[in-house]
Protein backbone atom coordinates (compact mmCIF):
# COMPACT_ATOMS: atom_id res chain seq x y z
CA UNK A 1 0.00 0.00 0.00
CA UNK A 2 1.38 3.28 -0.99
CA UNK A 3 1.49 6.91 1.41
CA UNK A 4 -1.25 8.13 -1.06
CA UNK A 5 -3.66 5.18 -0.99
CA UNK A 6 -2.65 4.60 2.81
CA UNK A 7 -4.25 8.67 3.51
CA UNK A 8 -7.32 7.85 1.39
CA UNK A 9 -10.45 7.72 3.12
CA UNK A 10 -12.94 4.68 3.00
CA UNK A 11 -16.63 5.88 2.35
CA UNK A 12 -17.54 2.15 2.71
CA UNK A 13 -17.75 2.96 6.12
CA UNK A 14 -19.52 6.04 5.90
CA UNK A 15 -23.42 7.06 6.81
CA UNK A 16 -25.23 10.25 5.36
CA UNK A 17 -23.90 12.76 7.76
CA UNK A 18 -20.46 12.04 7.41
CA UNK A 19 -20.91 11.57 3.79
CA UNK A 20 -22.55 15.01 3.47
CA UNK A 21 -19.83 16.62 5.05
CA UNK A 22 -16.88 14.92 3.14
CA UNK A 23 -17.96 16.11 0.10
CA UNK A 24 -19.11 19.55 1.07
CA UNK A 25 -15.60 20.30 3.00
CA UNK A 26 -13.15 18.03 1.87
CA UNK A 27 -14.63 18.70 -2.06
CA UNK A 28 -16.16 21.55 -1.90
CA UNK A 29 -19.20 19.85 -3.72
CA UNK A 30 -22.98 20.01 -3.16
CA UNK A 31 -24.16 17.34 -0.52
CA UNK A 32 -26.98 15.89 -2.61
CA UNK A 33 -23.33 14.21 -4.70
CA UNK A 34 -23.42 12.26 -0.78
CA UNK A 35 -26.98 10.51 -1.53
CA UNK A 36 -25.63 9.36 -5.05
CA UNK A 37 -22.34 7.97 -4.07
CA UNK A 38 -24.15 6.71 -0.87
CA UNK A 39 -26.50 4.73 -3.82
CA UNK A 40 -23.53 3.37 -6.09
CA UNK A 41 -22.05 1.75 -3.27
CA UNK A 42 -24.69 -0.11 -1.34
CA UNK A 43 -27.83 -0.50 -3.50
CA UNK A 44 -25.61 -1.10 -7.00
CA UNK A 45 -22.15 -2.32 -5.61
CA UNK A 46 -20.04 -0.73 -6.63
CA UNK A 47 -16.59 -0.27 -5.71
CA UNK A 48 -14.71 1.56 -8.68
CA UNK A 49 -16.02 5.57 -9.24
CA UNK A 50 -15.79 5.31 -12.84
CA UNK A 51 -18.82 3.20 -12.54
CA UNK A 52 -20.51 5.81 -11.08
CA UNK A 53 -21.85 7.28 -14.33
CA UNK A 54 -24.46 10.24 -12.92
CA UNK A 55 -21.39 11.70 -11.50
CA UNK A 56 -19.01 14.24 -13.75
CA UNK A 57 -15.90 13.15 -14.45
CA UNK A 58 -14.38 16.42 -12.66
CA UNK A 59 -16.28 14.91 -9.38
CA UNK A 60 -14.88 11.42 -10.37
CA UNK A 61 -11.15 12.33 -10.70
CA UNK A 62 -11.54 14.29 -7.15
CA UNK A 63 -12.78 11.00 -5.49
CA UNK A 64 -10.05 9.29 -6.87
CA UNK A 65 -7.43 11.41 -5.49
CA UNK A 66 -8.54 10.87 -2.28
CA UNK A 67 -11.07 8.39 -1.96
CA UNK A 68 -11.61 4.48 -1.71
CA UNK A 69 -14.18 2.34 -1.23
CA UNK A 70 -12.20 -1.12 0.09
CA UNK A 71 -14.56 -4.01 1.59
CA UNK A 72 -12.73 -6.74 3.31
CA UNK A 73 -11.19 -9.42 1.63
CA UNK A 74 -12.73 -12.83 0.93
CA UNK A 75 -10.38 -15.54 1.19
CA UNK A 76 -12.55 -18.74 2.08
CA UNK A 77 -16.73 -18.97 1.30
CA UNK A 78 -18.29 -22.42 1.66
CA UNK A 79 -21.94 -23.36 0.93
CA UNK A 80 -23.69 -25.61 3.48
CA UNK A 81 -26.07 -28.71 2.61
CA UNK A 82 -29.03 -26.46 3.71
CA UNK A 83 -28.24 -23.46 1.90
CA UNK A 84 -25.95 -21.65 4.38
CA UNK A 85 -23.50 -19.71 3.38
CA UNK A 86 -20.07 -18.66 5.67
CA UNK A 87 -17.27 -16.56 4.76
CA UNK A 88 -13.94 -16.18 6.17
CA UNK A 89 -12.73 -12.64 5.62
CA UNK A 90 -9.08 -11.46 6.15
CA UNK A 91 -8.32 -7.82 8.29
CA UNK A 92 -5.66 -6.01 8.19
CA UNK A 93 -3.36 -7.08 10.60
CA UNK A 94 -3.27 -10.99 9.74
CA UNK A 95 -6.31 -11.79 11.82
CA UNK A 96 -9.68 -13.12 10.36
CA UNK A 97 -13.36 -13.14 11.06
CA UNK A 98 -16.27 -15.08 9.93
CA UNK A 99 -19.96 -14.10 8.22
CA UNK A 100 -22.61 -16.16 7.79
CA UNK A 101 -25.97 -16.34 6.13
CA UNK A 102 -28.99 -18.49 6.61
CA UNK A 103 -31.48 -18.34 3.76
CA UNK A 104 -35.12 -19.49 5.37
CA UNK A 105 -38.77 -19.84 3.82
CA UNK A 106 -40.11 -16.12 4.72
CA UNK A 107 -36.34 -14.07 5.06
CA UNK A 108 -32.35 -14.43 4.71
CA UNK A 109 -30.45 -14.02 7.66
CA UNK A 110 -27.04 -12.33 7.58
CA UNK A 111 -24.85 -12.95 10.72
CA UNK A 112 -22.49 -10.03 11.19
CA UNK A 113 -19.45 -10.02 13.16
CA UNK A 114 -18.59 -6.69 14.63
CA UNK A 115 -15.45 -7.52 16.43
CA UNK A 116 -12.17 -10.16 15.62
CA UNK A 117 -12.60 -12.35 18.35
CA UNK A 118 -14.65 -11.70 21.81
CA UNK A 119 -13.15 -10.15 25.00
CA UNK A 120 -16.37 -11.95 27.11
CA UNK A 121 -15.24 -15.64 27.09
CA UNK A 122 -18.54 -17.06 27.39
CA UNK A 123 -18.08 -20.78 28.62
CA UNK A 124 -19.69 -22.47 25.78
CA UNK A 125 -18.89 -20.28 22.38
CA UNK A 126 -15.64 -21.36 20.27
CA UNK A 127 -15.29 -17.81 19.51
CA UNK A 128 -14.46 -16.68 23.42
CA UNK A 129 -11.93 -19.43 23.37
CA UNK A 130 -10.03 -17.45 20.44
CA UNK A 131 -9.04 -14.48 22.50
CA UNK A 132 -9.58 -10.81 21.50
CA UNK A 133 -7.84 -8.71 19.32
CA UNK A 134 -9.28 -5.67 18.43
CA UNK A 135 -12.81 -4.11 17.18
CA UNK A 136 -14.26 -3.38 14.04
CA UNK A 137 -14.37 -0.30 11.63
CA UNK A 138 -17.80 0.85 11.02
CA UNK A 139 -16.30 -0.39 7.50
CA UNK A 140 -15.13 -3.42 8.22
CA UNK A 141 -19.06 -4.50 10.31
CA UNK A 142 -20.54 -2.90 6.96
CA UNK A 143 -18.19 -4.10 4.53
CA UNK A 144 -19.41 -7.66 5.71
CA UNK A 145 -23.17 -6.87 4.92
CA UNK A 146 -21.78 -5.33 1.25
CA UNK A 147 -20.16 -8.40 0.65
CA UNK A 148 -23.19 -10.90 0.88
CA UNK A 149 -25.41 -8.77 -0.96
CA UNK A 150 -23.20 -8.63 -3.44
CA UNK A 151 -23.18 -12.27 -3.82
CA UNK A 152 -27.05 -12.86 -3.56
CA UNK A 153 -28.88 -9.68 -4.86
CA UNK A 154 -29.79 -8.42 -8.28
CA UNK A 155 -28.05 -4.70 -8.21
CA UNK A 156 -30.19 -1.75 -8.21
CA UNK A 157 -32.92 0.09 -5.95
CA UNK A 158 -35.49 -2.43 -6.99
CA UNK A 159 -33.76 -5.50 -6.58
CA UNK A 160 -34.76 -8.69 -5.44
CA UNK A 161 -33.43 -9.09 -2.12
CA UNK A 162 -32.39 -12.34 -0.38
CA UNK A 163 -30.82 -10.63 2.80
CA UNK A 164 -33.85 -9.19 4.28
CA UNK A 165 -32.45 -9.59 8.14
CA UNK A 166 -28.90 -8.69 9.89
CA UNK A 167 -28.44 -9.54 13.25
CA UNK A 168 -25.08 -8.52 15.02
CA UNK A 169 -24.45 -12.28 16.65
CA UNK A 170 -21.64 -13.33 14.85
CA UNK A 171 -18.03 -12.80 16.53
CA UNK A 172 -17.54 -10.44 19.10
CA UNK A 173 -19.82 -8.17 21.97
CA UNK A 174 -21.61 -5.78 20.04
CA UNK A 175 -22.01 -2.98 22.77
CA UNK A 176 -18.31 -2.88 23.94
CA UNK A 177 -17.69 -1.72 19.66
CA UNK A 178 -20.29 0.86 20.72
CA UNK A 179 -20.21 3.82 18.13
CA UNK A 180 -18.98 1.51 15.07
CA UNK A 181 -21.70 -0.99 15.38
CA UNK A 182 -24.38 2.42 15.83
CA UNK A 183 -23.26 3.64 12.96
CA UNK A 184 -23.24 0.34 11.06
CA UNK A 185 -26.73 -0.12 11.94
CA UNK A 186 -27.65 3.51 10.69
CA UNK A 187 -26.19 2.62 7.28
CA UNK A 188 -28.19 -1.09 7.11
CA UNK A 189 -31.63 1.20 7.75
CA UNK A 190 -30.90 4.31 5.83
CA UNK A 191 -33.03 4.70 2.70
CA UNK A 192 -30.53 5.74 0.21
CA UNK A 193 -28.25 2.70 1.36
CA UNK A 194 -30.02 -1.02 2.71
CA UNK A 195 -33.19 0.24 3.73
CA UNK A 196 -33.71 -2.48 6.34
CA UNK A 197 -36.43 -2.08 8.69
CA UNK A 198 -35.68 -1.37 12.66
CA UNK A 199 -37.32 -4.79 13.08
CA UNK A 200 -35.27 -6.73 10.67
CA UNK A 201 -31.91 -5.63 11.81
CA UNK A 202 -30.86 -7.45 15.75
CA UNK A 203 -28.36 -5.97 18.37
CA UNK A 204 -27.34 -9.43 20.50
CA UNK A 205 -25.75 -8.82 23.75
CA UNK A 206 -24.95 -10.55 26.77
CA UNK A 207 -25.59 -7.70 28.95
CA UNK A 208 -23.64 -4.93 28.91
CA UNK A 209 -25.65 -2.97 31.26
CA UNK A 210 -24.46 1.04 30.77
CA UNK A 211 -24.10 0.36 27.09
CA UNK A 212 -28.10 -0.75 26.74
CA UNK A 213 -28.97 2.33 28.64
CA UNK A 214 -26.83 4.32 25.92
CA UNK A 215 -28.45 2.36 23.26
CA UNK A 216 -31.94 3.79 24.41
CA UNK A 217 -31.15 7.09 23.08
CA UNK A 218 -29.77 6.27 19.63
CA UNK A 219 -31.37 4.05 17.89
CA UNK A 220 -34.75 1.50 17.72
CA UNK A 221 -33.04 -1.79 16.42
CA UNK A 222 -34.73 -5.05 17.77
CA UNK A 223 -32.76 -6.14 20.89
CA UNK A 224 -31.61 -9.83 21.98
CA UNK A 225 -30.44 -11.19 25.23
CA UNK A 226 -27.87 -13.72 25.62
CA UNK A 227 -29.27 -15.27 29.16
CA UNK A 228 -28.44 -18.50 28.93
CA UNK A 229 -29.67 -19.14 32.90
CA UNK A 230 -32.19 -17.89 35.03
CA UNK A 231 -30.22 -17.36 38.00
CA UNK A 232 -27.36 -15.57 38.80
CA UNK A 233 -24.58 -18.55 40.35
CA UNK A 234 -25.16 -20.81 36.68
CA UNK A 235 -24.91 -17.55 34.66
CA UNK A 236 -21.72 -16.15 36.43
CA UNK A 237 -20.35 -19.50 35.38
CA UNK A 238 -21.78 -19.68 31.61
CA UNK A 239 -21.92 -15.66 31.22
CA UNK A 240 -18.62 -14.33 33.05
CA UNK A 241 -19.58 -10.80 32.31
CA UNK A 242 -23.01 -11.62 34.70
CA UNK A 243 -20.64 -11.19 37.78
CA UNK A 244 -20.30 -7.38 36.84
CA UNK A 245 -23.90 -6.64 35.44
CA UNK A 246 -26.29 -9.31 37.23
CA UNK A 247 -29.32 -10.66 35.97
CA UNK A 248 -31.81 -8.42 37.66
CA UNK A 249 -30.02 -5.53 36.72
CA UNK A 250 -29.60 -6.41 33.00
CA UNK A 251 -33.57 -7.45 32.31
CA UNK A 252 -33.94 -3.76 34.17
CA UNK A 253 -31.98 -2.21 31.14
CA UNK A 254 -33.51 -4.65 28.67
CA UNK A 255 -37.08 -2.85 29.99
CA UNK A 256 -36.03 0.15 29.83
CA UNK A 257 -34.95 -0.24 25.88
CA UNK A 258 -38.18 -1.61 25.15
CA UNK A 259 -40.70 0.88 27.34
CA UNK A 260 -38.82 3.65 25.01
CA UNK A 261 -41.35 2.45 21.83
CA UNK A 262 -45.06 3.31 21.48
CA UNK A 263 -45.83 0.21 19.39
CA UNK A 264 -46.00 -3.13 21.20
CA UNK A 265 -42.42 -4.66 20.91
CA UNK A 266 -40.67 -7.31 22.81
CA UNK A 267 -36.76 -8.36 23.75
CA UNK A 268 -35.41 -11.64 22.12
CA UNK A 269 -34.35 -13.93 24.94
CA UNK A 270 -31.36 -16.18 23.67
CA UNK A 271 -31.01 -19.61 25.68
CA UNK A 272 -28.38 -22.14 24.63
CA UNK A 273 -29.55 -25.27 25.88
CA UNK A 274 -26.89 -27.39 27.19
CA UNK A 275 -27.20 -30.88 28.24
CA UNK A 276 -27.58 -31.64 31.94
CA UNK A 277 -26.54 -28.10 33.15
CA UNK A 278 -29.18 -25.42 32.04
CA UNK A 279 -31.71 -27.91 30.27
CA UNK A 280 -33.58 -29.23 33.50
CA UNK A 281 -37.39 -28.77 34.38
CA UNK A 282 -36.61 -27.11 37.74
CA UNK A 283 -34.55 -24.37 35.72
CA UNK A 284 -37.32 -24.11 33.26
CA UNK A 285 -39.77 -23.17 36.37
CA UNK A 286 -37.20 -20.52 37.62
CA UNK A 287 -36.70 -18.96 33.80
CA UNK A 288 -40.55 -18.69 34.07
CA UNK A 289 -40.06 -16.40 37.08
CA UNK A 290 -37.30 -14.74 36.17
CA UNK A 291 -38.80 -13.43 32.55
CA UNK A 292 -42.21 -12.66 34.64
CA UNK A 293 -41.98 -8.71 34.17
CA UNK A 294 -40.27 -8.46 30.75
CA UNK A 295 -41.93 -8.98 27.58
CA UNK A 296 -40.28 -11.38 25.93
CA UNK A 297 -40.09 -13.95 23.54
CA UNK A 298 -38.17 -16.90 23.94
CA UNK A 299 -35.66 -18.46 21.24
CA UNK A 300 -34.34 -21.86 22.65
CA UNK A 301 -30.72 -22.70 21.11
CA UNK A 302 -29.79 -26.19 20.70
CA UNK A 303 -25.51 -26.36 21.61
CA UNK A 304 -23.57 -26.59 19.13
CA UNK A 305 -20.34 -28.64 20.39
CA UNK A 306 -16.95 -27.40 19.13
CA UNK A 307 -13.78 -29.45 20.29
CA UNK A 308 -12.92 -29.48 24.16
CA UNK A 309 -16.25 -27.64 24.92
CA UNK A 310 -17.11 -30.42 27.49
CA UNK A 311 -21.08 -29.68 27.15
CA UNK A 312 -23.30 -31.44 25.16
CA UNK A 313 -26.72 -31.32 23.25
CA UNK A 314 -29.55 -31.99 24.96
CA UNK A 315 -31.25 -34.56 23.54
CA UNK A 316 -34.80 -33.32 21.39
CA UNK A 317 -36.97 -34.57 24.57
CA UNK A 318 -35.08 -32.68 27.14
CA UNK A 319 -35.55 -29.83 24.69
CA UNK A 320 -39.35 -30.33 24.08
CA UNK A 321 -39.92 -30.37 27.88
CA UNK A 322 -38.09 -27.54 28.71
CA UNK A 323 -39.86 -25.43 25.69
CA UNK A 324 -43.28 -26.94 26.76
CA UNK A 325 -42.64 -26.00 30.36
CA UNK A 326 -42.34 -21.96 29.40
CA UNK A 327 -44.69 -22.42 26.42
CA UNK A 328 -47.49 -23.36 29.24
CA UNK A 329 -46.97 -20.52 31.25
CA UNK A 330 -48.13 -18.10 28.66
CA UNK A 331 -44.68 -17.68 26.78
CA UNK A 332 -43.92 -17.54 22.73
CA UNK A 333 -41.16 -20.19 22.72
CA UNK A 334 -39.14 -21.56 19.63
CA UNK A 335 -36.29 -24.03 19.34
CA UNK A 336 -33.88 -22.61 16.85
CA UNK A 337 -33.07 -24.96 13.94
CA UNK A 338 -29.68 -26.27 13.37
CA UNK A 339 -28.10 -24.57 10.34
CA UNK A 340 -24.46 -24.85 8.97
CA UNK A 341 -23.15 -26.69 11.50
CA UNK A 342 -21.39 -29.28 8.63
CA UNK A 343 -19.47 -26.02 8.01
CA UNK A 344 -18.76 -24.95 11.54
CA UNK A 345 -20.82 -21.79 10.95
CA UNK A 346 -23.61 -22.65 13.57
CA UNK A 347 -24.44 -20.64 16.65
CA UNK A 348 -21.34 -20.31 18.86
CA UNK A 349 -18.76 -21.93 15.90
CA UNK A 350 -17.86 -19.02 14.27
CA UNK A 351 -13.57 -19.06 15.20
CA UNK A 352 -12.20 -16.69 12.54
CA UNK A 353 -8.24 -16.67 12.56
CA UNK A 354 -7.39 -14.42 16.07
CA UNK A 355 -4.20 -12.76 16.63
CA UNK A 356 -4.80 -13.04 20.37
CA UNK A 357 -4.06 -10.08 22.25
CA UNK A 358 -5.37 -11.55 25.35
CA UNK A 359 -3.82 -15.40 25.68
CA UNK A 360 -6.77 -17.10 25.96
CA UNK A 361 -6.67 -19.09 23.39
CA UNK A 362 -3.17 -20.24 24.48
CA UNK A 363 -4.43 -20.30 27.88
CA UNK A 364 -7.51 -22.44 26.32
CA UNK A 365 -5.12 -24.81 24.90
CA UNK A 366 -3.07 -25.48 28.01
CA UNK A 367 -5.95 -26.55 29.67
CA UNK A 368 -6.97 -28.77 27.16
CA UNK A 369 -3.33 -30.75 27.21
CA UNK A 370 -3.95 -30.90 30.61
CA UNK A 371 -7.51 -32.46 30.47
CA UNK A 372 -9.58 -29.58 31.50
CA UNK A 373 -12.91 -28.71 29.30
CA UNK A 374 -13.92 -25.36 28.71
CA UNK A 375 -16.85 -26.36 31.21
CA UNK A 376 -14.11 -26.81 33.82
CA UNK A 377 -12.30 -23.72 33.53
CA UNK A 378 -15.18 -21.32 33.49
CA UNK A 379 -16.28 -23.82 36.71
CA UNK A 380 -13.46 -23.25 38.12
CA UNK A 381 -13.10 -19.40 37.09
CA UNK A 382 -16.61 -19.48 39.03
CA UNK A 383 -15.69 -21.13 42.36
CA UNK A 384 -12.65 -18.42 42.49
CA UNK A 385 -15.16 -15.63 42.47
CA UNK A 386 -17.51 -17.16 44.81
CA UNK A 387 -15.16 -18.62 47.69
Not at 199 to 212: D, E, Y
Request: glycine share 6%; with cysteine.
Amino acid sequence: MTEQTAQKVNLLGMGLPALEAFFVDRLGEKKFRAIQVLKWIHQHGVDNFDDMTDISKATRAKLHECAEIVAPEVTYQKDSKDGTRKWVMKMPGGSAIETVFIPEDDRGTLCVSSQIGCALDCSFCSTGKQGFNRDLSTAEIIGQVWIAVRSFDQPGEKRQRRVTNVVMMGMGEPLLNFDNVVEAMGLMMEDNAYGLSKRRVTLSTSGVVPAIYELAKVTDVALALSLHAPNDALRNTLVPVNRKYNIESVLDACNHYMSRFSEKRVVTIEYTLMNEVNDKPELAHELVEVLRNTPCKINLIPFNPFPNSGYERPSNNRMHKFRDILTAAGYNVTIRKTRGDDIDAACGQLVGEVTDKTRRSDRFIEAVQLGQTAAELAGARFQRNVL
